[in-house]
């Protein structure tokens, strides 16, 4: 969810509405929208992901006026041909490879505006935009600047240029170690040797996606015509971001005028005001919903969330257009969402299934609750840990050698970046947050792991436990590998663990059935032990469960 708060007066203003408070949070709440908090000056709104052309001001009162039947339909922009170009440098393929533009002109550039511009500009940012990875966007004075323009990649010591909120020339290595945006923003751009900006014709640097805009052509209330550009690593995505900040400007009285893109031999113009179209049966509508909406129910729900619908020539289909700022709109069930929600989930009545069934738990299920109830019998306790984990915790500081596993492309954090290949690491963890407690400890957890086998990821179910205290050892794991195998029929043997860097040497073993190993059992190695900062030994066993 993205929290927005928003001027109630200008919302009501822009939205030609004359709503109560009372009025106003139920509308909003009724849009899928919860109302945070209303008082007398703001209003603040949780707004879904799926929504992002509600994350301004603008969006939400578009939004609002046309739920509230007071501008209902869909609602058409339009955009004439700026003469402006910008061409796209090949250097930049690597780096951040797509680029679209705009220019707003005539803005009356108030105090509400600027503030609402660069809300909407951090909203996007942060939900669309991934923290500025995927999508960043800047608003430069188009009148100091001098078409047309230029996107490439440069050096870290070319293109110097003053940036935001500073006073010093750097380039733009300089700006990635020292301007604040650049610190935060600089990992975006890690592992490059050039770095991306925006010229015009002169060579006045317009900006440095996704880092920071330059200071001489920043945006104030005195501004009159805005140069838009977005950049990034999705092209749909900018395509999308530009389309929402173009619409909201146009509400706000902004003339729109195309830039036309230049990218090799590829060229074209944006933004793209052209209406989402969809040809949806008005029989699965209500299949879905449970509903017996005739088509012009469904039209007048429809016009309500801001589509034009036509009543098709095919007997129970309906055209509808979206306006270009609705991206959430992907398929048919998304306008199938949009009936619902103006005549309201609450109004719907609740049925019976037109069938009987009788439910029971997978066989998977059912063998998980008796090694459950037999490792609760043995006196363990049962955790479930994260199946993410990070490489040190599961393969240096078992001093386990490191081999192929699942690891996950653009992690947030280091402690997060892979799919766990065995459970005992996870125990391991939760014994050193617990080794204040009462000992000894008895865990268990049955949970899933992944490796990869022959290039190929494999997802197995496990049963890990461990023992923590002064008298853990060799023999007690033993006895509670034989009694959990007893409990469960399984017949298997015991061989010796040849080389395996987390257990004591002569004191783990290999459980063998049928000959195949399955799984593992012994005593921690005191520097794996101390790795996980845990004082007291340990010993513990893992088996494969889908054998």
Known sequence: ????????????????????????????????????????????????????????????????????????????????????????????????????????????????LLKSLVALQEKLHDT?????????????????????????????????????????????????????????????????????LITDSEGTVVAMPPIITAESVKITPSTKNIFIDITGTSEQSIHDCLKIVCCALADRGAEIRTVTISRGATKLQTPDFSPIENSVSLGRINKLLGSDFDPEEAKEY??????????????????????????????????????????????FAPTLPQFVSVGKASPDEMRGAVISEIMLGLGFNEILAPYITSKETNFIKPLLGEHPAIHIKNPLTVELTMFRTWCIPSLLEILARNKDEKMPQKLFELGHAAGLENGKPVEKRKLAAAVCGPKACFSEIRSFVEALLLELGMKCEFGPLEKHPTFIPGRAAEILLGGKPIGVFGEIHPQVLNNFGIEQPVAAFEIELDE
């Open 1 to 112: 969810m993205a929290l927005i708060t928003v001027a109630k007066k200008e919302l009501l203003g822009l939205a030609w509405a004359e709503l109560t408070d009372d009025e106003l949070s139920q509308k909003i709440t009724d849009l899928g929208m919860p109302v945070e908090k209303i008082t007398d000056s703001e209003i603040s709104v949780d707004v879904t992901p799926n929504r992002p052309d509600m994350f301004s001001v603008e969006g939400l009162a578009r939004a609002l006026s046309s739920f509230a039947g007071v501008k209902a339909g869909l609602r058409t922009y339009s955009a004439k041909d700026s003469g402006i170009t910008l061409t796209a440098d090949k250097s930049v393929r690597k780096v951040r490879p797509f680029i679209v533009a705009a220019v707003a002109k005539n803005v009356k550039l108030d105090e509400p």
């Open 128 to 196: 669309v935009g991934r923290k500025r990875r995927k999508v960043s966007m800047g608003f430069t004075d188009l009148d100091k600047l001098k078409p047309p323009f230029f996107y490439k990649a440069v050096k870290t010591t070319e293109g110097a240029f003053i940036p935001l909120d500073s006073t010093e020339l750097m380039p733009p290595g300089e700006i990635l170690s020292t301007h604040p945006k650049g610190k935060e923003y600089g990992y975006i751009l890690e592992g490059h040797k050039r770095f991306p």
């Open 302 to 347: 429809l016009e309500r969330m801001g589509h034009g619908v036509e009543l098709g020539e095919r007997k129970g289909r309906l055209s509808v257009k979206s306006p270009p700022y609705r991206i959430d709109i992907l398929h048919e069930v998304d306008i199938t969402e949009d009936v619902a929600i103006p005549y309201g989930y609450n109004n």
